[in-house]
């Protein structure tokens, strides 16, 4: 079994962040209470071992397309193109070998007064995953000494493809159950799905149980639904979702350019509802849906894309 290139980022305010080289992903976020106390605010595998076989994508850096592809396949330029079918009928989080399950290039981190940095990078060949064109990926992590993990998305490429590059950390802010916890989610409308979680091709008002946009409490809805559902941001590049533990007052902002954000009340963790994912990302199956914009990465345009996840205490 391979060992796995572990780094961490530090702040002058005791925050660590630990990552690892296997899909570039998040293992820990740490974060001092007011009594010093240090919170883990991820849920996250340990071993190696445990790492390497996780299906659960947790912390991964999922691509070349996050989330659902429909019939496993696009056209893009008059081309068809089929990929890797690894969910019945569809390509999930970029196949069953995407970028969150291959080892990335590590470079140095890079420690300065106010920040500490690190980048990931991967060259995914074309036709993989079969996705066109040879593409570069880099994905890089900064903390700052103002308490922000800022994760930037980077891709060029030699042809045309569809991209959407998100990060799948699970957070509980050191909660046992999402029930500790509160989420508010600044967006107006969300994407109505089928059965096999594949849009309807419309966005949809939020209605009673769908409407996050004031600070709501998981007690009071996990009893009603499971949560799986991408939200249409409302002012993509400003604040997108705000989480908070109720009794600790630990409070995570999270701010991207991202024009959607996935809620997935992990639902199928080995503890049902025990964390939440907050995938800023793309509209799922953009690709395939005329009425959702989707970012294609061209070798004349390269892909740019941005999250910052923001702790502090209440």
């Known amino acids: 079994m391979s060992t796995l290139n572990k780094v961490e980022l530090t702040n002058t305010n005791g925050m660590s962040v630990t990552l690892c080289d296997f899909g570039a992903r998040i293992l820990s976020i740490?974060?001092?209470l007011s009594d010093g106390t240090l919170v883990e605010t991820t849920e996250n595998l340990e071993s190696d071992e445990d790492i390497l076989n996780d299906c659960a994508y947790m912390g991964a850096t999922c691509g070349r397309v996050a989330n659902r592809i429909s019939s496993a396949g696009f056209t893009l330029n008059g081309q068809r193109y089929n990929l890797d079918e690894n969910e019945t009928n569809k390509?999930?989080?970029?196949?069953s070998v995407g970028l969150g399950k291959r080892i990335w290039h590590v470079s140095p981190v890079i420690a300065?007064?106010?920040?500490?940095?690190?980048?990931?990078?991967?060259?995914?060949?074309?036709?993989?995953q079969g996705f066109p064109g040879n593409m570069d990926?880099?994905?890089?992590?900064?903390?700052?000494?103002?308490?922000?993990?800022?994760?930037?998305?980077?891709a060029t490429t030699d042809k045309d493809c569809p991209i959407n590059l998100c990060d799948h950390t699970y957070f509980n802010l050191g909660a046992k159950h999402l029930n500790e916890l509160s989420l508010q989610v600044l967006a107006d409308e969300y994407i109505p799905v089928d059965e096999n979680s594949i849009p309807l091709g419309h966005f949809a008002p939020v209605d009673e149980i769908m409407d996050f946009r004031e600070e709501r409490p998981f007690a009071n809805v996990l009893s009603i639904k499971d949560y799986d559902e991408c939200y249409r941001v409302a002012k993509p590049g400003s604040l997108v979702a705000?989480?908070?533990?109720?009794?600790?007052g630990l409070r995570l902002d999270i701010s991207s350019d991202q024009p959607g954000i996935q809620v997935y009340t992990g639902n199928y963790l080995p503890t049902k509802h025990s964390a939440v994912a907050l995938e800023a990302e793309g509209f799922p199956d953009a690709i395939n849906q005329a009425a959702?914009?989707?970012?294609?990465?061209?070798?004349?345009?390269?892909?740019?894309?941005?999250?910052?996840?923001?702790?502090?205490i209440n």
């Open 292 to 312: 959702f914009d989707a970012d294609i990465v061209t070798p004349a345009q390269p892909y740019h894309r941005y999250v910052k996840y923001s702790f502090s």
């Open 30 to 32: 740490k974060f001092p």
């Open 112 to 128: 300065e007064d106010t920040y500490q940095e690190v980048t990931f990078h991967i060259r995914s060949a074309d036709g993989d």
């Open 137 to 154: 990926v880099s994905c890089i992590y900064k903390l700052d000494d103002d308490n922000t993990l800022t994760q930037r998305f980077v």
């Open 91 to 95: 390509t999930l989080h970029g196949g």
């Open 242 to 248: 705000v989480l908070k533990h109720l009794n600790t």
